[in-house]
């Protein structure tokens, strides 16, 4: 594939840009940590599908063949990510006294809303934890005789048995419940950990290795550091799995409204209710690198608000200036420097504000003809 803009990436394993070089040629493969389907997502959640769609996008857009996996939570998540607590969906059921089947299926519906009305494109395939428990019950017993230790509440894994555990977080090592979801395994009744689940499901689908791994940024110091100790363990390497591990940073709430555990979190339904279009929470997010600590207020909604609207009018008044003038879109293609501007914006990593310039740059050129500002 020629590319004259190699991609570059943020790899959280290295600590360090690279060269996008895919696993195998003209393809790219993604696997991306969805949502514990408990409650509803916050718009801090949703962040990190944002700028998977993103990446995907530019994957696209660079010109590979995108096979994007998103997996659905519906077992296994304790209420502390250190693996402590209860399971989040059990919990859950157990408030509302409802089915665990009928909260998981309920909030994955309110999940895959706010994805469309966000316009994220959906993925190749959608994998759901416990579609893929035979799997993981296959996957623990080939791991369960060199790193794992069995107690009486459940096999579990040592991480004293595999090279480097917690580079990726730059850490270091240091009575039975009654549950609405249970297997039968060769360690008794249970469910299996989300760790495993995301090490199974990636397996299964892309094949190991495969090219990028995504998450929020709190995932990099617990969750993929497990991820990554059971797919070496599975593997017999010291390979992690995916060549890249991507994290998106924190959408920042200074009022506290932002975690779950609060009672009240700002929902994308409330954001609409207020008025404001959810692809405005959406620019909100372009309007920063992914990396970066991103604040919400109200203020800034606004103003990203405008900023798309004043986007989405000149489109339009361009479209309308190509129907009047009887121009095909095709009869003025923009310069390969002009191009290159956004193309180089999106192959340094992502560089969504520098590519929000580059576009208003070309929208805002009265002199330029109506077809070349609209391609």
Not at 232 to 239: E, F, N
Request: aromatic share 10%.
């Amino acid at each position: 594939m020629t590319d004259p803009v190699p991609l570059r990436l943020y790899n959280s394993l290295t600590r360090s840009l690279q060269d996008f070089e895919p696993v195998h040629p003209g393809e790219a493969r993604v696997y991306t940590c969805g949502p514990t389907v408990y409650n509803y997502p916050h718009i801090g959640n949703m962040r990190a599908y944002v700028f998977a769609d993103v990446l995907g996008r530019t994957l696209s857009w660079k010109g590979y063949k995108l096979t994007h996996v998103i997996n659905i939570t519906d077992v296994g998540h304790l209420t502390d990510d250190a693996d402590a607590g209860e399971d989040k969906l059990e919990k859950a059921a157990a408030e509302k006294a409802q089915s665990i089947w009928d909260i998981a299926r309920h909030f994955t519906e309110a999940y895959w809303a706010d994805v469309k009305a966000l316009n994220i494109r959906q993925p190749a395939q959608w994998t759901i934890a416990t579609d893929y428990v035979s799997q993981m019950i296959q996957f623990a017993e080939e791991i369960a005789e060199k790193h794992c230790y069995e107690l009486e509440s459940g096999l579990y894994f040592d991480v004293s048995t595999v090279a480097d555990y917690g580079k990726l977080a730059r850490a270091s090592t240091d009575e039975g419940e009654s549950r609405q979801m249970e297997w039968d395994s060769p360690w008794g009744k249970g469910a299996p950990g989300w760790h495993l689940e995301c090490s199974v499901m990636s397996g299964a689908v892309l094949g190991f290795p495969f090219d990028i791994h995504t998450g929020g940024i709190d995932h990099r110091e617990i969750h993929h550091p497990n991820e990554i100790a059971q797919n070496q363990a599975h593997t017999c390497s010291d390979a992690s799995g995916a060549n890249i591990w991507m994290h998106n940073n924190f959408l920042v709430d200074r009022t506290g409204k932002m975690s779950k555990s609060s009672g009240e979190f700002l929902r994308l339904q409330l954001l609409i209710d207020k008025g404001y279009h959810p692809l405005a929470y959406r620019m909100l997010c372009l309007q920063a690198h992914y990396r970066s600590e991103l604040e919400f207020s109200w203020e800034g909604l606004g103003a990203a608000l405008t900023r798309l609207k004043r986007m989405v009018m000149a489109v339009e008044k361009l479209k309308a200036d190509l129907t009047a003038s009887k121009q095909p879109e095709g009869s003025f293609p923009l310069s390969d420097a002009e191009r290159a501007v956004f193309d180089e914006a999106m192959a340094n990593d992502l560089n969504t504000p520098l590519a929000l310039t580059a576009i208003e740059t070309v929208l805002a050129a009265r002199k330029m003809p109506a077809a070349k500002r609209i391609q």
